[in-house]
């Protein structure tokens, strides 16, 4: 079934504390993306790929990291949460652009 | 830059009802314009798209057209049912351009009752 997962779905964690969320399709698509989701504020962009080795910046890529080793992975890290970074994060996946993309379950991030 | 503005929700209907969620934007460019719809608990998924001027696109009922003229992208559905609640979010993308990113409006939550 093509898909991108993503992992954890929930997590809490502390301020300061290094965490990554993993997220990973199966399709061979070529472009990946991070969103945030807040209330109010609707999607935004945190980073994108449009292939190995080839990432960008998004809307807001303040206190975000990512990485794109490996075609079907494209983790992301946050060095040093802090609560603004409290929210829903999605993973999203297109053939090639951000055409037609799929996107992932969802990780609700609590950062206290 | 490039922006969408949606109507705010949220938007309550019965069923049977019709629907307008009205969308605008702001864009350089030719860009390709989305509606994408969230069911509770999920991500997004792609409802519908059209890539030129007049072109109207149609999935499970519900339709948009791309009017250049007007700058709109209206998603109409003419009788919704309890299983359309969700929220629905229009997208443009102006990766003609030049440009690799969607650009998504706030998202206008739909509640269909019985």
């Known amino acids: 079934e093509a898909q991108v997962t993503q992992n954890p779905r929930y997590l809490i964690t502390v301020t300061g504390k290094k965490l990554t969320v993993t997220c990973s399709q199966n399709?061979?698509?070529?472009?990946m993306s991070w969103y945030r989701q807040d209330p109010g504020l609707g999607l935004r962009q945190i980073y994108y790929?449009?292939?190995?080795?080839?990432?960008d910046k998004g809307d807001v890529p303040e206190g975000y990291k990512v990485s794109r080793k490996e075609k079907r992975n494209f983790p992301l890290i946050l060095e040093s949460p802090s609560p603004n970074q409290t929210s829903l994060y999605f993973c999203?996946?297109?053939?090639?652009?951000?055409?037609?993309?799929?996107f992932g379950p969802g990780t609700r991030l609590t950062v206290t | 830059g490039d922006s969408v503005t949606q109507m705010e929700g949220p938007v309550t209907l019965s069923e049977e009802a019709f629907l307008t969620i009205n969308c605008t934007y702001t864009?350089?460019?030719?860009?390709?314009l989305f509606w994408y719809v969230q069911y509770p608990g999920e991500g997004l998924q792609l409802l519908l798209k059209?890539?030129?001027?007049?072109d109207k696109g149609s999935n499970k009922g519900f339709e948009a057209t791309y009017r250049k003229e007007t700058t709109s992208f209206h998603l109409e559905k003419g009788s919704v049912q309890v299983s359309d609640s969700a929220v629905y979010f229009c997208?443009?993308?102006?990766?003609?351009?030049?440009?690799?990113?969607?650009?998504f409006g706030k998202g206008t939550k739909l509640s269909v009752i019985p």
């Open positions: 999203a996946s297109s053939l090639r652009g951000p055409l037609e993309q799929y």
């Open positions: 399709m061979n698509h070529e472009y």
């Open positions: 790929s449009m292939n190995v080795e080839v990432t």
């Open positions: 864009a350089t460019g030719y860009p390709s």
């Open positions: 059209a890539t030129k001027a007049d």
């Open positions: 997208a443009l993308d102006t990766a003609g351009a030049g440009s690799y990113q969607l650009t």
